[in-house]
């Protein structure tokens, strides 16, 4: 049975660092395309990092880019997102994504709260 499973949320403040885990069971991330999306109350669910599954580039969210890391480790079958800097903006439900083309396969985790306070 195949399972995301997020890890890593909670209450911070801006300016401080959260290092979120998705562990994967039941498939391994090869040949899957692997990402973190978040919905923000009142929001619709955004992508904000993705590795690629063709050449392995990591692509970031504009509102992302420089404060956040995508990463997989492969040996332990889990994919991490750490953030840095955090803002009042960065409050969400993160989830976990894993997905392939042939066959098609889309999976995701139960998500996540990050919930950024002043």
């Known amino acids: 049975e195949v399972h995301l499973v997020e890890s890593g949320g909670g209450l911070v403040q801006t300016g401080d660092s959260l290092r979120l885990s998705c562990r994967a069971s039941?498939?391994?991330?090869?040949?899957?395309?692997t990402a973190w999306f978040r919905q923000a109350p009142g929001k619709e669910r955004e992508g904000v990092a993705c590795?690629?599954?063709?050449?392995?580039?990591?692509y970031y969210a504009d509102s992302v880019k420089g404060r956040f890391t995508i990463s997989e480790d492969n040996a332990e079958n889990t994919l991490y997102l750490q953030m840095n800097s955090l803002r009042l903006e960065d409050t969400a439900v993160y989830y976990c994504?894993?997905?392939?083309?042939?066959?098609?396969?889309?999976?995701w985790g139960q998500g996540t709260q990050v919930t950024v306070s002043s």
């Open positions: 590795i690629s599954s063709s050449n392995g580039r990591t």
């Open positions: 039941g498939f391994t991330f090869d040949d899957y395309g």
């Open positions: 994504n894993a997905h392939r083309v042939l066959p098609p396969r889309d999976y």
